[in-house]
């Protein structure tokens, strides 16, 4: 199963693979917020898509867990200004 999600910047991408004999689907998620909350150092920086469509492609295989997982995410972490 690969799951792609994408944005059309390149200055700020980020790419994160995860690789797992066996996951579960919720391990999956579990897995993606995992990872975006991490790449955030502090509240001064935000992470966010530029575009509002995630486009993700998927095969399911057969049964309940999946044998081989490939997650790669393209993310901008942008940073956030504060004006005193």
Do not use: C, H, W
């Not at 509240?43 to 575009?51: C, E, Q």
């Amino acid at each position: 199963m690969t799951i792609n999600l994408s944005i059309e910047d390149q200055e700020y991408l980020k790419e994160v693979k995860i690789y797992s004999r066996e996951m579960s689907y919720r391990g999956i998620a579990l897995a993606l917020d995992e990872i975006i909350y991490s790449d955030i150092p502090d509240k001064d920086r935000t992470l966010k898509f530029l575009d509002d469509s995630i486009k993700i492609s998927y095969e399911f295989p057969v049964g309940n867990r999946l044998r081989e997982i490939l997650i790669r995410i393209y993310v901008q972490v942008s940073d956030k200004k504060t004006v005193m």
